[in-house]
């Protein structure tokens, strides 16, 4: 059974970084071949994409405020998948979730399996 556990959120001041991090199982040695994706829901807001990366290590950026600031990576022999968000800012608060669609590119499409999510709080 597919897994994704994310952990790594937590409370930072403005300015700060964190790394997030998404431990994916039950891929039955495919890992490598997917594409994951991080997502994000703020209270009282829709959930929305972050950041993708696809099996070829191509980061696809789905929201043009955390470009240059946000970067997604994979280590496949560890099968997960890393977010590290610096220069981070109040509006950043959010649940934020990984998830796949099981396809090789970032597709934006509808993901099949997620994560239970990782707070991130932004705040002095």
């Known amino acids: 059974q597919v897994q994704l556990v994310e952990s790594g959120g937590g409370l930072v001041q403005p300015g700060g970084s964190l790394r997030l991090s998404c431990a994916a199982s039950?891929?039955?040695?495919?890992?490598?071949?997917?594409?994951i994706s991080w997502f994000r829901q703020a209270p009282g807001k829709e959930r929305e994409g972050v950041l993708c990366i696809s099996k070829s290590d191509e980061s696809t950026y789905y929201l043009d405020s955390v470009k240059g600031r946000f970067t997604i990576s994979r280590d496949n022999a560890k099968e997960t998948v890393y977010l590290q968000m610096n220069s981070l800012k109040p509006e950043d608060t959010a649940v934020y979730y990984c998830?796949?669609?099981?396809?090789?590119?970032?597709?934006?499409?509808?993901?099949?399996?997620w994560g239970q999510g990782t707070q991130v709080t932004v705040s002095s």
């Open positions: 039950g891929f039955s040695s495919t890992f490598e071949y997917h594409a």
């Open positions: 998830a796949t669609d099981f396809l090789d590119y970032c597709s934006g499409g509808r993901q099949d399996y």
